[in-house]
Structures are given as structure tokens and as C-alpha cells.
């Protein structure tokens, strides 16, 4: 039997692709050291599936317990979810960010080789992009880093291409996630975050359900039409689909490919509140506050590559992904905490 190894299966990206792939068919194995997940999540998706998965409680920087897994099964590819994702937190804690995201890459691919397994998705971000020139931004733009997090990434992304370079007979794809929201439609596995939440869509669902008091918006005054800032958000769901078309890709395909994941279209922060409240009929209440340093103003993908190659594209509106978060959170206003 062939095993798909997702790494941070149990996180929030990781979870809806472990569901996703379940639902298709493949054997799934989750190696994730619950830093910044829990096993509920996985006992949620095996429910939700109706089949269960192996789940493997490990560290992607210990060599030896990802050995073992190889070992144990055949796994035929790798989904690369493992890694810390906090921008703020990565300035304070550089080294854990180098070693958990760069040099925990770097171990995962040396087991990898070890086996010969050589199909590799990698979550990469378009953070790499930095503060791009232009919007829509195709994969081709230059790229950049300003914090930490973002200099992890482009690091791998760096340290893949070598290695195809080296050995062309790995075949890897290095997803740009643009901004991930949203839960899949159960309302049972969702984004739990630790704390105050970074992002904006778990903070206006909090806000929501009452355990936050106000959504600040980070600046009213950036060059978009109504002046706060413009991302492109996508739908888990949508995310998960294009890992599964990513790893059908490198079936036939060597070589190494960057490949953004988004909508193509870009909603303000305003956009996305106003969408909130009417779609749920709940109050956001928010106030104007300076801008977030390092924000910049507009980020939004050209999609047209994953059309072309993957034959992927979002499916999912606004309203799916403003329904399907607050579902989430309502029904679960502590996420995994008390399951
Ligand atoms: P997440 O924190 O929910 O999931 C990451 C998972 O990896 C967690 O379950 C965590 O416990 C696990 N993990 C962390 N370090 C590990 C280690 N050393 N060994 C084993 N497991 C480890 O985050 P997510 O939102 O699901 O993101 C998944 C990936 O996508 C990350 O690499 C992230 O950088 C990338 N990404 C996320 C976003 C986003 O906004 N969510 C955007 C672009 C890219
Ligand atoms: C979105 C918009 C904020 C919170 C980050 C990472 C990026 C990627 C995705 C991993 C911005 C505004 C937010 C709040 C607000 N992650 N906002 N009030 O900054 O686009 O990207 O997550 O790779 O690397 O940098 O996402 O959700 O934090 O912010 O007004 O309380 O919402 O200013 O315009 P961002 P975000």
C-alpha cells in the first residue's frame, strides 16, 4: 500500500488537505509534533471521512523518527505543511523559525532521498513575494523577504531549486498560499490559533462570538479604493483541491515548479467585515487604528499558472468563506480545547 506523508497534517491547511485526500482515496499518514495543533483535529477528519488515517507524533528536525516512518510505510510523496507561521513571533524568535522551517526542510529532504521518495509539495507563501511592485502578481515577480518568517520560505524555496538542480529526478511544487480563511463546510475542523490571533479572519470571527471586543483595522489609509489593505483571500477547501491536483501533477512531472494558490481577486479589510456581518448577520464592531509595521497595501494572486499546469482553480465566493469560518467558530467559540 502507497501512503501520502502529510507534515503538520494535523494544522489547519494540513487538516482540510488530510481530509481531502481521504475523501479521494489515498492512504494518508500525518506527522506533526502538535506545536501548534492537537489530535482532535485528526480524530475530526477521520470521522468526517469515515476512514482513518496513521498519525505520528514527531518532529520533522529528528531524523531518526521520520526514518522510521519510511521505514514502516511505502510513502509515495510528501505534502510539506510543518513549519511556524507567525510574522511578529519570527522577529522575536529568529532561530526557531530557521530551524523548525528551514533546517527541519532540510532533514525532511534527506530522509527523503535516503528512501528515494522525490515528490514534494511544498507550503510556500506569498510572503516571498514581499511588497510587490505590481498586482496581480505572477510567479515570476522578483522576490523578497522582511521578516524572518518570510526569509524561511524563500530559503527553502531556494534550497529546492538546488536540489533539483543537483537531482533532477525530484519532482516539487512550491505553493504560494495567499491568505488562507475559511472551514470546511461540517464546521468541524477549522483555524484554532493560539492566543490573540494574527490573521484577520480569525479575529473577526472571535470578535463575533464575543471573546474579543473589537476588530482594529490597520489603516484606512493605503492607496486601495476605500483604504485598508487588500488581500487575496481563498477558501481552504479550495487550498486542499490544489494539493491533491499538485500531487497528481508529479506523478507525470519532474523537475520544480512555484505555482501561487489564490482567487486572483482581492478584498479589502473592509470588504471582508461588511461581508461578514451580512452573510451571518452578526455585528463586527472595529475601529480605525494605524497601520501594522510591515503591512503593505494590495497582494493578489495572477492564478492563471495553476489553471494552466494543475488545472486547478478556486471555486469558492466570499460568502463560503465568511459562512464556513463563522460556522467554524461558532460551533466551536474554543476550538479544539474542550473536544
Ligand atoms: P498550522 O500551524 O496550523 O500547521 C502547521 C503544523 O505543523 C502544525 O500542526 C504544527 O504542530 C506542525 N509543526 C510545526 N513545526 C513542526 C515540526 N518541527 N515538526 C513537526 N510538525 C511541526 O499552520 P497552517 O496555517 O496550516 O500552515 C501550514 C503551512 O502553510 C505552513 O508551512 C505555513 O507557513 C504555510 N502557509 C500558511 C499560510 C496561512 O496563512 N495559514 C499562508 C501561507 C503559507
Ligand atoms: C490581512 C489584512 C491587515 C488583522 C499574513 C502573513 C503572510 C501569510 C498570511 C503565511 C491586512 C489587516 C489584520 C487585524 C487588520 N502567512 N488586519 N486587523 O498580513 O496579509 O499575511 O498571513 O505565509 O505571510 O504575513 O494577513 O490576515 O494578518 O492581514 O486590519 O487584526 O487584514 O492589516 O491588511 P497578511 P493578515
Redesign the pocket.
Known amino acids: 500500500m502507497q501512503y501520502v506523508m502529510l507534515t503538520g497534517g494535523a494544522g489547519y491547511i494540513g487538516s482540510h488537505t488530510a481530509l481531502a485526500l481521504l475523501r479521494a482515496g489515498y492512504q494518508v499518514i500525518s506527522f506533526d509534533n502538535y506545536s501548534n495543533s492537537s489530535t482532535a483535529a485528526l480524530q475530526r477528519v477521520e470521522q468526517l471521512a469515515g476512514t482513518d488515517l496513521i498519525r505520528i507524533s514527531g518532529d520533522i528536525r529528528d531524523e531518526a523518527a521520520l526514518s522510521a516512518v519510511f521505514r514502516q510505510y511505502q510513502v509515495s510523496a510528501v505534502v510539506h505543511f510543518a513549519g511556524l507561521?507567525a510574522?511578529g513571533e519570527s522577529v522575536a524568535m529568529p532561530l526557531s523559525y530557521y530551524d523548525n522551517n528551514v533546517a527541519g526542510t532540510v532533514t525532511l529532504c534527506r530522509v527523503m532521498r535516503e528512501f528515494n521518495v522525490k515528490k514534494l509539495v511544498f507550503s510556500s507563501?506569498?510572503?516571498v513575494y514581499g511588497d510587490a511592485k505590481t498586482v496581480p502578481i505572477a510567479e515570476t515577480a522578483p522576490r523578497s523577504a522582511t521578516n524572518p518568517?518570510?526569509q524561511s520560505?524563500l530559503m527553502i524555496e531556494h534550497i529546492l531549486q538546488d536540489l533539483v538542480n543537483a537531482e533532477p529526478d525530484w519532482g516539487i511544487t512550491l505553493l504560494r498560499?495567499?491568505?488562507?480563511v475559511g472551514a470546511d463546510s461540517s464546521g468541524q475542523i477549522g483555524e484554532d490559533p493560539n492566543g490573540i490571533?494574527?490573521?484577520?479572519?480569525p479575529?473577526i470571527s472571535q470578535v463575533a462570538v464575543g471573546k474579543r471586543d473589537k476588530?482594529?483595522?490597520?489603516?484606512n489609509d493605503y492607496p486601495t479604493p476605500d483604504g485598508?489593505?487588500?488581500?487575496d483571500y481563498i477558501h481552504v477547501v479550495d487550498l486542499a483541491a490544489g494539493h491533491l491536483k499538485a500531487l497528481q501533477y508529479l506523478e507525470t512531472n519532474q523537475g520544480i515548479e512555484a505555482i501561487n494558490l489564490g482567487t486572483g481577486t482581492g478584498y479589502s479589510?473592509l470588504d471582508?467585515v461588511k461581508a461578514f456581518s451580512r452573510v451571518n448577520n452578526v455585528e463586527v464592531p472595529y475601529q480605525i487604528?494605524p497601520?501594522?509595521p510591515?503591512?503593505?497595501a494590495s497582494?493578489y494572486a495572477m492564478p492563471d499558472k495553476a489553471r494552466k499546469l494543475l488545472g486547478w482553480q478556486a471555486e469558492k465566493t466570499l460568502d463560503d468563506m465568511v459562512r464556513d469560518s463563522w460556522r467554524w467558530q461558532s460551533q466551536n467559540p474554543d476550538g479544539y480545547t474542550n473536544s
Open positions: 507561521k510574522v507563501s506569498a510572503t518568517y518570510g520560505k498560499y495567499f491568505n488562507p490571533p494574527n490573521n484577520l479572519m479575529f476588530l482594529s483595522i490597520f489603516g485598508t489593505g487588500v488581500r479589510v471582508m487604528a497601520r501594522r510591515g503591512d503593505i497582494c
